[in-house]
């Protein structure tokens, strides 16, 4: 099994900043990509940022340049970095990971997700 568990969400006003962690744990091979998601209040699971093991970024339109994601790989860890947050950065962010657990055995997990409220 592979296990994710974020960190770092909390309340915040807009135009602030907040930083984001995922820690990786488990039977792991290999990692190749990972990616934050964002579940926001009557709206659809949608990608905010995702990277994978080669350093290739991918971010969501919405964020627009206000987000970095980067990862650490070999210690299985994952950041982002949110500046200048706004009220629809409120939502649910959940931490993805997929890659290898074993030969021929791919995995695709997920985090029970960590609550940023943006206030005004």
């Known amino acids: 099994q592979v296990q994710l568990v974020e960190s770092g969400g909390a309340l915040v006003q807009a135009g602030g900043s907040l930083r984001l962690s995922c820690a990786a744990s488990?039977?792991?091979?290999?990692?190749?990509?990972m990616g934050w998601y964002r579940q926001a209040p009557g709206k659809q699971h949608e990608l905010v940022a995702s990277i994978t093991s080669g350093g290739t970024t991918r971010y969501a339109d919405s964020i627009e340049d206000r987000f970095t994601i980067s990862g650490d790989f070999a210690r299985r860890r994952l950041y982002l970095q949110m500046n200048n947050l706004k009220l629809e950065d409120t939502g649910v962010y959940l931490c993805?990971?997929?890659?290898?657990?074993?030969?021929?055995?791919?995995?695709?997990?997920w985090g029970q997700g960590t609550q940023v409220t943006v206030s005004s």
């Open positions: 488990g039977s792991i091979l290999r990692i190749n990509t």
């Open positions: 993805n990971a997929q890659g290898r657990r074993a030969p021929g055995y791919d995995f695709n997990a």
